[in-house]
Structures are given as structure tokens and as C-alpha cells.
């Protein structure tokens, strides 16, 4: 028997770019720990096999079709997923992306189409989700960032990931400011700080030997980490064993930042 504390029956989740890898993980995790979950994406067919998964589990399921980047999309897409769940109280902010690139190549539609997707987008529609919180009476916002929020990762290739540290280390104040502003209205704002993980867009990475060796060798426990791995966090985050939790950002990253 799962500890109560854990327990996410009769929680309604959104979780943006749930169509494949970490996004699909979490809500399909959030779902085996009870709650529904509305599945957010730009491409939603990707999506489909999560939806029969989640509803094999007996949750409610939506599939949702949404630029987040577009936010009169965004607030839609929040709208809808509402609606089909009968109410709101978590939000996994996870759609995001990165560009490597050298700092001397990163062009200003490089800038705008990483910082629009990993930082703008998710102020608009975590604002709009506390909406549909209060509504319930409080609720969980979950913000996916990056160990790159807090430290500053140097590739072989002379790759700092400029935009991309930028954004999430954007995330991280904004997660902190939000958590603030709606602390009287019961809404917890955290955020999950990944190492790299193992992906279909990482699989480039793990394929330059010089580049996976460098990351393996920066973490201590010597590895990328899985999926699965972040799921558990997100559950803490979206339960009420995080209720005293709030504003905080949770290195999930193998060590990198103890040694």
C-alpha cells in the first residue's frame, strides 16, 4: 500500500509536451499515483499511447493540441484541459528545447525560440492554471528546469548553452517569484533541476563519445539519468507530503552539484 501522503486520486493534471519522452513519463507516473491527466503538445498524436495507457489505468484522459508558444493557444490549451478534467490542481510546465550552438553562432530567432518556449510560455500558462486552482482551493505548479539553472556546463565542442542556461536559470527566479505571489492562495510553485537524461533528443549527445564522456565523468555517479528516475520527484511535488514546500528547486542531478 502507497503511503496516503502520496495519494493523487481525484487530482487533475496538465502536463505540456507529454507527447514523448520526460513528458510522457511524468504523466503517466502522475496517473499510477491517481490523478487524471490532460496531455498537452504541439503534435498530440504522439501522445496517443499514453492516453490508452492512462485510461487503462481508469483515470480520465485528454489529448490537447497546443503551441505553447502561442499564448492565446497556451491559455486554451489550460481552459480546455480544465474543462475536460472537471477542474485544475496540477501543472507540470515540461515543453522545452535547447540549441547547441557556440555563443558567436546563436542567431536572435535561436535566442527567441528557446527563451519563448522554456521561460515565457510557462509564466502565461502557469498564470492562467492558478486561475483554475484557486478555483479548487489551491493546486501544485511543477516547472521542469536544468542543472545548467545553477551551473554552467562547458562542452568539448566549446558549447555553453547560452540560451538554454538562460531560460532555465529564468525559471528558477520565476518559480521562486510565483511561489510568492500565490502562497495565500494554497498554490505550491517548485521546480525539478535535471542532470541530462536519457532521450530521444539526447541521443546525439550520448553518440559523441568525446561529449558523453565529459558529462559521464562531471557526474559523479557516472551516468546520464533515466526518465523513471524523475518521476518520483514530480509525485512529491504534486502531493501533499510538498505541502510545507514551496519555491524551492530540486536538484535531481547525480551529484553534480555535491562535489
Not at 501543472?91 to 527563451?115: P, Q, Y
Not at 498554490?187 to 541530462?196: D, E, S
Not at 539526447?202 to 553518440?207: D, G, I, L, R, S
Request: hydrophobic share 45%; proline share 3%.
Amino acid at each position: 500500500m502507497s503511503h496516503p501522503l502520496f495519494d493523487l486520486a481525484g487530482r487533475k493534471a496538465l502536463v505540456t509536451g507529454a507527447g514523448r519522452g520526460i513528458g510522457r513519463t511524468l504523466a503517466i507516473g502522475l496517473a499510477q499515483a491517481g490523478a487524471d491527466v490532460a496531455l498537452a503538445d504541439i503534435d498530440p498524436s504522439q501522445a496517443a499511447e499514453a492516453k490508452a495507457q492512462i485510461e487503462g489505468l481508469g483515470r480520465r484522459c485528454a489529448l490537447l493540441q497546443a503551441d505553447v508558444t502561442d499564448l492565446g493557444q497556451a491559455e486554451r490549451m489550460v481552459a480546455e484541459a480544465a474543462r475536460a478534467l472537471g477542474g485544475l490542481t496540477i501543472l507540470v510546465n515540461n515543453a522545452g528545447t535547447n540549441i547547441r550552438k557556440r555563443v558567436e553562432e546563436i542567431t536572435e530567432e535561436d535566442w527567441d525560440k528557446v527563451v519563448d518556449l522554456n521561460l515565457k510560455s510557462c509564466f502565461f500558462i502557469a498564470r492562467r492554471a492558478a486561475e483554475e486552482m484557486k478555483k479548487a482551493g489551491g493546486g501544485k505548479i511543477i516547472n521542469i528546469a536544468s542543472l545548467m539553472a545553477w551551473s554552467v556546463f562547458r562542452s568539448p565542442h566549446g558549447h555553453t548553452y547560452g540560451p538554454y542556461a538562460s531560460s532555465k536559470g529564468g525559471l528558477v527566479s520565476m518559480t521562486r517569484a510565483l511561489a510568492m505571489d500565490w502562497v495565500k492562495a494554497n498554490i505550491q510553485v517548485n521546480a525539478i533541476c535535471p542532470t541530462f537524461i536519457e532521450t530521444a533528443l539526447t541521443q546525439a549527445v550520448k553518440e559523441d563519445a568525446a561529449l558523453y564522456g565529459a558529462i559521464c565523468q562531471r557526474t559523479p555517479m557516472g551516468r546520464f539519468g533515466r526518465m523513471e528516475e524523475l518521476v518520483g520527484p514530480c509525485i512529491f511535488l504534486a502531493s501533499a507530503a510538498s505541502n510545507l514546500v514551496t519555491g524551492i528547486s530540486l536538484l535531481v542531478d547525480g551529484g553534480w552539484h555535491a562535489g
